[in-house]
């Protein structure tokens, strides 16, 4: 099994930073992209930024600018570091990584269980 765990989020005030990690184990031959996407109370979940295992990253224009993602490879694990973070960023914020495992002939996508980041006054 695939498993992806994230950790970092939690409680910021409005234009502090936050750095959020996601890491990938289990029977995992390969990653191409990984991800960050969030989910607002009564909204669609959306992308807030990817990255290849080459390295191109892609931005929501809502963050670019202020959030970086970047992965060790190494250590299957990739990251979102938030900066100025506004009171519309507050949302669950979901990992998602294509994974081909030991015997797939494909890659799935498989997601996180999500971690809150509330931005307060």
């Known amino acids: 099994q695939v498993q992806l765990v994230e950790s970092g989020g939690g409680l910021v005030q409005a234009g502090g930073a936050l750095r959020l990690s996601c890491a990938a184990s289990?029977?995992?031959?390969?990653?191409?992209?990984m991800g960050w996407y969030r989910q607002a109370p009564g909204k669609q979940r959306v992308m807030v930024a990817t990255?290849?295992?080459?390295?191109?990253?892609n931005y929501a224009e809502s963050v670019k600018g202020r959030c970086t993602i970047s992965r060790d490879n190494a250590k299957n694990t990739v990251y979102l570091q938030m900066n100025s973070l506004k009171f519309e960023d507050a949302a669950v914020y979901y990992c998602?990584?294509?994974?081909?495992?030991?015997?797939?002939?494909?890659?799935?996508?498989?997601w996180g269980q999500g971690t809150q980041v509330t931005v307060s006054s």
């Open positions: 990255i290849t295992s080459g390295g191109s990253t």
């Open positions: 289990g029977s995992i031959l390969g990653i191409n992209t």
């Open positions: 998602n990584a294509n994974i081909q495992k030991y015997g797939d002939k494909s890659t799935y996508a498989y």
